[in-house]
């Protein structure tokens, strides 16, 4: 069982920042691809930041150059720095595990953390 337990949301003004955190087990970290979604009111859920068992990264194209996605072996965990939120930020932030084994997928979610960012 995949267990993702993120932590770090908040409430935030224009131009803040805040980082997300999702801890997982070492086997999840070793061998799954992670990243971070996001789902405002009213709209599906959207990819903002993955990063591979390998290290590569992929953003959405209208965070990049304000969030960070990065990965800690140590801790087993992965973070997402957003820097400069917009208002439009504003949604649940659920982390992702994934790995395609023998042509089935393996998509695990997180339990989500609020993002608000309003003056």
């Known amino acids: 069982q995949v267990q993702l337990v993120e932590s770090g949301g908040g409430l935030v003004q224009p131009g803040g920042s805040l980082r997300l955190s999702c801890a997982t087990s070492?086997?999840?970290?070793?061998?799954?691809?992670m990243g971070w979604y996001r789902q405002a009111p009213g709209n599906e859920r959207v990819l903002v930041a993955t990063?591979?068992?390998?290290?590569?990264?992929n953003y959405l194209d209208i965070v990049k150059g304000r969030f960070t996605i990065s990965r800690d072996s140590a801790k087993n965990t992965i973070y997402l720095q957003m820097n400069g939120l917009k208002p439009e930020d504003t949604a649940v932030y659920y982390c992702?595990?994934?790995?395609?084994?023998?042509?089935?997928?393996?998509?695990?979610w997180g339990q989500g953390t609020q993002v608000t960012v309003s003056s």
């Open positions: 990063v591979t068992s390998f290290g590569s990264t």
């Open positions: 992702n595990a994934r790995r395609l084994m023998r042509g089935t997928l393996y998509n695990n």
């Open positions: 070492g086997r999840v970290f070793r061998d799954y691809d």
